[in-house]
């Protein structure tokens, strides 16, 4: 689990947290995936790694939610 924007947390395919806490969790799931764990050790982001794997995606769409949450409270 990490803290997010202002009480938005993001889980790791977790939908038991999305169950008790619905108005606290983002609704993009990170995918646990072979992408995710090589890119630090090639000393890149995901999305410099491999954009079209489905760990950039999810993550992509987690910063998609949190402009719209923001731009939501503007």
């Known amino acids: 689990?990490?803290?997010g924007i202002k009480g938005?947390?993001?889980f790791f395919e977790?939908?038991?947290?999305?169950?008790y806490f619905p108005q606290q969790v983002c609704e993009a799931v990170i995918p646990r995936n072979i992408?995710?764990?090589e890119?630090?050790?090639?000393g890149k982001s995901?999305?410099?790694y491999d954009i079209t794997s489905s760990g950039a995606l999810a993550y992509i769409e987690l910063a998609r939610e949190?402009?719209?949450?923001?731009e939501y409270l503007s």
């Not at 977790?14 to 169950?19: G, L, M, R, T, Y």
């Not at 949190?66 to 923001?70: A, I, M």
Request: net charge positive; aromatic share 8%; charged share 25%.
């Open 39 to 42: 890119a630090p050790s090639h």
């Open 35 to 37: 992408r995710l764990a």
């Open 1 to 3: 689990m990490s803290r």
């Open 14 to 19: 977790d939908e038991n947290v999305k169950k």
């Open 8 to 10: 938005c947390y993001v």
């Open 46 to 48: 995901i999305i410099s």
């Open 66 to 70: 949190v402009v719209g949450f923001k």
